[in-house]
């Protein structure tokens, strides 16, 4: 299993601004993903987190709007970036621990509010 | 990854099997079965996945038809914490293949 920590759990934020999410995870992981869920909606994945390189956009997400690292195998930020109220939702970050299983592990979630 | 079709919502009492379907008609031959949930205000948690065979742990069992187009998790005895909502969602089992999430089926359970 793996325990995933994101920081912050919420916050509210001005528009035209930028937050960055942070995920830490208690071992080493091979793939993370952030994912975003708008209010009373499904989860819709962003990205794919690549470890020492770009990340992995899906339809519809850009990197200048989303930027995202990951250094090393345990640790990953997503930023929204020139925020609108439209960015108000909940960021997820998830990763892959077993090859075996395929299973996935979600952190609680980073709810962003943008006033 | 396959498409899924779930009821948006379904509703069962305390203490009873609740049975959830889920159809998934142009599943490949090398694509899983897996079930999420998402209980308010967490991240998704795995129930189980499956390829063929009928799948048992301790939170739930999942019946997967023979020709594998569709399939019903069950929650054998349902309690008021499985208040939820109930992802279906077929992938391949390598790491690094994502989760598709569809609509899921927002389950009520009911003293």
């Known amino acids: 299993s793996a325990v995933i920590s994101q920081k912050p759990s919420r916050d509210i934020c001005q528009r035209g601004t930028s937050l960055t999410i942070q995920c830490q995870v208690d071992s080493q992981v091979t793939m993370m993903f952030w994912y975003r869920q708008q209010p009373g909606q499904s989860l819709t994945l962003i990205a794919t987190?690549?470890?020492?390189?770009?990340?992995?956009?899906e339809s519809g997400f850009v990197i200048d709007k989303f930027p995202i690292s990951r250094p090393n195998l345990t640790f990953s930020t997503l930023t929204v970036s020139n925020m609108s109220p439209e960015d108000s939702s909940i960021y997820l970050c998830?990763?892959?621990?077993?090859?075996?299983?395929?299973?996935?592990?979600f952190g609680e979630g980073s709810r962003l509010t943008v006033l | 990854d396959a498409k899924t079709t779930q009821p948006p919502s379904m509703d069962c009492a305390e203490g009873r099997a609740a049975n959830l379907p889920c159809n998934h008609s142009t599943i490949s031959g090398n694509e899983y079965v897996y079930w999420y949930r998402q209980i308010h205000s967490q991240g998704p948690q795995y129930i189980i996945h499956g390829l063929k065979n009928n799948e048992t742990n301790e939170m739930a069992s999942l019946i997967i038809t023979e020709d594998r187009k569709s399939s019903t998790l069950i929650l054998p005895h349902a309690t008021l914490r499985d208040t939820a909502v109930y992802y279906c969602?077929?992938?391949?089992?390598?790491?690094?293949?994502?989760?598709?999430f569809g609509g899921g089926t927002r389950v009520l359970v009911k003293p």
């Open positions: 987190a690549n470890q020492g390189s770009e990340a992995t956009y």
């Open positions: 998830s990763v892959t621990v077993s090859v075996d299983t395929g299973e996935l592990f």
């Open positions: 969602i077929v992938r391949l089992k390598a790491a690094g293949n994502k989760l598709t």
